[in-house]
T-cell receptor
């Protein structure tokens, strides 16, 4: 069974520093990987979707890389701002499942201090 | 604007009572999902549906039921058989896999259910 792990569980950085969030998965037979942001008491906002054939995706200050063979993805957030404070979750969809079900990590809680 | 609407935002359930959580989407997505989120844990799949009148159990379906009578709607009923229903419930939708279709998943704003 696919297992998704996010380390660290929590992270605090001063404003302006770059953020590096890690996601690892045990089964490399993935269809895609998606990064989400969740604010307290809110739903999930999709940040980036990486197909299994891609190595990275970029959107503004966000860059996500994917190394399928080693079972890892990294989300980089450049020049962090207090508004980036949130919980970040990664989720994978497996090739063995045609329904698009997602397996989630527990998330990394990020605090950016002014 | 296209999106997913969940209601209500907060719901309180008495012991032995069934409650229904609403999920509506106007993204024209075929697939819809219900997830449960508990503090410090990742989201866990309750039920999912790819087409109207068809749905499948996820990892934690016991004590829950769903229906899919319309493409846009996927309500979740939390029955009295669910012994620990207090949690944050999230509904999602996506297009089914195939070819170059973008299967990005989108989520609603969630419903917080509390047993009183």
């Amino acid at each position: 069974k696919q297992e998704v792990t996010q380390i660290p569980a929590a992270l605090s950085v001063p404003e302006g520093e770059n953020l590096v969030l890690n996601c690892s998965f045990t089964d490399s037979a993935i269809y895609n990987l998606q990064w989400f942001r969740q604010d307290p008491g809110k739903g999930l906002t999709s940040l980036l979707l990486i197909q299994s054939s891609q190595r990275e995706q970029t959107s503004g200050r966000l860059n996500a890389s994917l190394d399928k063979s080693s079972g890892r993805s990294t989300l980089y957030i450049a020049a962090s701002q207090p508004g980036d404070s949130a919980t970040y979750l990664c989720a994978v969809s497996s090739t063995t499942d045609s329904w698009g079900k997602l397996q989630f990590g527990a998330g990394t809680q990020v605090v950016v201090t002014p | 604007d296209g999106g997913i609407t969940q209601s209500p935002k907060y719901l309180f359930r008495k012991e032995g009572q069934n409650v229904t959580l609403s999920c509506e989407q106007n993204l024209n997505h075929d697939a819809m999902y219900w997830y449960r989120q508990d503090p410090g844990q990742g989201l866990r799949l309750i039920y999912y549906s790819q087409i109207v009148n068809d749905f499948q159990k996820g990892d934690i379906a016991e004590g829950y039921s769903v229906s899919r009578e319309k493409k846009e709607s996927f309500p979740l009923t939390v029955t009295s058989a669910q012994k620990n229903p207090t949690a944050f419930y999230l509904c999602a939708s996506s297009t089914p896999r195939g070819g170059l279709i973008n299967t990005e998943a989108f989520f609603g704003q969630g419903t917080r259910l509390t047993v009183v």
